[in-house]
């Protein structure tokens, strides 16, 4: 199972970026996908998870609005589509995935995610 973050990037207060997450290894037909970020010397933060079995989806209230999870089935492709971007949406974000069952967001939150791919950095700054 392999999971590859990409589209970080430094963009201006305002700006959009589109996050891509390419999974590998197996099929995207009962599984919660999410995407998380961090900030050095902060906690790891949920920012959105999906679940590809029924689409069902799942945000932070910091990113309600702004942020749009969505998947890629037969590309086997989950994209974080971030609009009105915030300084303090500045950090790396990472894709991960929960396979065991019951393989679903609200499980993922108490029990986590099996596997997690490499991040990609966001900046927002002016």
């Known amino acids: 199972v392999q999971l590859q973050a990409s589209g970080g990037g430094s963009v201006h207060p305002g700006g959009s970026l589109r996050l891509s997450c390419a999974a590998s290894?197996?099929?995207?037909?009962?599984?919660?996908i999410g995407w998380f970020r961090q900030v050095p010397g902060k906690e790891r933060e949920e920012v959105s998870c999906?679940?590809?079995?029924?689409?069902?989806?799942y945000y932070a209230d910091s990113v309600k609005g702004r942020f749009t999870i969505s998947d890629d089935k037969p590309k086997s492709m989950v994209y974080l589509h971030m609009n009105s971007l915030k300084p303090e949406d500045t950090a790396v974000y990472y894709c991960a995935t929960r396979l065991k069952f019951p393989a679903n967001c609200a499980a993922a939150r108490s029990g986590g995610m099996d596997y997690w791919g490499k991040g990609t950095q966001v900046t927002v700054s002016s």
């Open positions: 999906i679940d590809t079995g029924d689409g069902s989806t």
């Open positions: 290894g197996f099929t995207m037909n009962y599984n919660a």
